[in-house]
């Protein structure tokens, strides 16, 4: 019964209709020869047990012609239907009269409600489940509810037509999570901005107030205006590199990745001779040579690389590390330094938009979001750790196949 049913939902839907009206009309055609042959039966038996009498009828009819006086004229009645025979009972009749029209008319009764019920059946069972699935699902869509899925087992049109919606729906929920994702890592962006703008709008506010108070009242020695002016000078510039980094940050949410082939070999080298420039005065340990073609964004690779690389000298005492392989799906760029390594915080953190930690507090805190963003973009990840034997490790990972 399961490989029927198997069968049934795999072909395709005018095929199961073919079928089901083919049966209908065998059906119909068997029961309507059998409804007409009972009633021209049953109409025949009628006819037979009132014979006799007809015959018995007409012999005196003639007899009675045959005896008449030419001066007196006997009136005889001969009758066109046997329906007219005096010895029918008017029950006898319409009993006839009901099997006639039965016979005349069921044929026709018989084959609209056969093919009407093989019509309702293939409604049922080939069509009315998937179009409520759809019509359930288009509802929860409208209400901007994505988080279900659309299983309709079956290679027909209707199990087809599931797939597609189905498609349609992952992708509406793959936007839907991008564009949250995105508004959320806008919103991260405004706090930072926001929370990083305090610090040097207060300071400068504060120096204002302090000039305008005792400048005119000659309190302040040449000196103390002069320091006071080299900070809020420090200040101003802060800003200007704050504003910068603002709009560096919003050029890489931004951006759209183009994917290219790229040699592996090539683009390996390239990255080699760039953190041995990068790392005069630091031991370097290159490890990795992946061979084919890479399927990425060198612009975007690049400077997830470069910024990593930056990252691990700034903290590295003596050594950085670099491996990088790919398995022809992923390509993975580790970094790893011998320097004092994440805090627990930092490991939870240190990606989001302007976090500066204990080490460096006076560093804006881009370098890391951007690359996380840029793996993102390519349909990868960003993973900070610790090294077992001391020092950070950062495991970027690009996806090299169309999202």
């Not at 990745?257 to 370097?284: D, S, W």
Request: glycine share 8%.
């Amino acid at each position: 019964m399961g490989k029927i049913k198997k069968w049934y939902r795999s072909i395709p839907i005018w095929l199961a209709f073919l079928l089901f009206a083919a049966a209908g009309l065998l059906g119909a055609s068997y029961l309507a020869n059998h409804v007409t042959s009972f009633t021209y039966g049953e109409m025949a038996q009628i006819k037979m047990a009132y014979a006799d009498a007809m015959t018995a009828t007409m012999d005196e009819m003639l007899v009675s012609y045959d005896d008449a006086d030419q001066d007196h004229f006997v009136d005889v009645v001969i009758w066109q239907n046997w329906e007219d025979q005096p010895g029918l009972s008017v029950g006898t009749y319409r009993l006839y009269r009901s099997w006639s029209l039965l016979a005349r008319f069921g044929p026709v009764l018989i084959y609209s409600v056969v093919l009407l019920l093989a019509a309702m059946i293939f409604y049922r069972s080939k069509v009315k489940k998937p179009l409520a699935m759809l019509e359930a699902a288009s509802d929860k869509i409208a209400n901007s509810e994505l988080d279900f899925s659309l299983d309709y087992a079956g290679q027909d049109e209707m199990a087809h037509l599931c797939a597609a919606f189905e498609k349609m729906r992952s992708a509406l929920d793959g936007n839907n999570q991008k564009m949250l994702h995105l508004l959320d890592e806008r919103k991260q962006l405004n706090d930072a901005y926001t929370h990083d703008l305090r610090t040097p709008i207060a300071v400068l506010k504060g120096y204002t107030e302090l000039l305008e108070k005792y400048l005119p009242a000659g309190k302040l020695s040449d000196k103390e205006v002069l320091e006071t002016i080299q900070t809020m000078s420090a200040q101003v510039t802060r800003l200007e590199q704050f504003v910068g980094t603002m709009n560096t940050a919003q050029r890489i949410a931004d951006v759209t990745l183009q994917r290219e082939a790229v040699p592996a070999e090539e683009f390996a080298c390239g990255l080699r001779e760039t953190a041995a420039i990068l790392c005069q005065g630091k031991a370097l340990t290159f490890r990795g040579e992946p061979g084919g073609s890479l399927r990425i964004d060198p612009a975007a690779v690049s400077q997830v690389f470069e910024n990593l690389l930056g990252n691990a000298l700034r903290f590295a005492r003596e050594a950085v590390g670099v491996r990088l392989e790919s398995d022809g799906k992923t390509l993975t760029l580790q970094v790893t330094d011998d320097g004092p390594g994440f805090t627990e915080k930092e490991l939870l953190t240190a990606a989001q938009p302007y976090y500066s930690g204990k080490r460096e507090p006076s560093h804006f805190g881009l370098g890391l979001h951007i690359c996380r963003t840029l793996c993102e973009k390519h349909g990868g990840s960003l993973t900070l750790a610790n090294r077992p034997d001391g020092g950070a490790e950062v495991t970027a990972v690009f996806s090299m196949e169309e999202n």
